[in-house]
């Protein structure tokens, strides 16, 4: 059974910083494209920030550009979102995803395992 666990939210003032981490367990997803996702209350879930099998190739939302970093560790099955000089509006519910092809997109539906979310809240 495939399993995405994310972990590393909570709550964090303004200007704060958090690192999420999403561990895959079930099968190995070296060769996988992984993002990070979000939705906020009242709004569809969107993209954060993906990376390609090799994590050479990463795209950014616009809002969290300069602000997030997105990396893996495949020997550990693992990928991070470092988020730095939080703001009020980055408040959501963050999602791990995986693609079963190498090559990144920003479309949801080309992530076919999803972890359960966790909550980040950024107070002002």
């Known amino acids: 059974q495939v399993q995405l666990v994310e972990s590393g939210g909570g709550l964090v003032q303004a200007g704060g910083s958090l690192r999420l981490s999403c561990t895959a367990s079930g099968r190995t997803f070296s060769g996988s494209a992984m993002g990070w996702f979000r939705q906020a209350p009242g709004k569809e879930r969107g993209h954060v920030a993906v990376?390609?099998?090799?994590?050479?190739?990463?795209y950014y939302a616009d809002s969290v550009k300069g602000r997030f970093t997105i990396s893996r560790d495949n020997a550990k099955n693992t990928v991070y979102l470092q988020m730095n000089s939080l703001k009020p509006e980055d408040t959501a519910v963050y999602y791990c995803a995986a693609s079963t092809r190498p090559i990144s997109t920003t479309t949801l539906t080309d992530y076919a395992y999803w972890g359960q979310g966790t909550q980040v809240t950024v107070s002002s």
């Open positions: 990376l390609d099998w090799s994590g050479g190739n990463t």
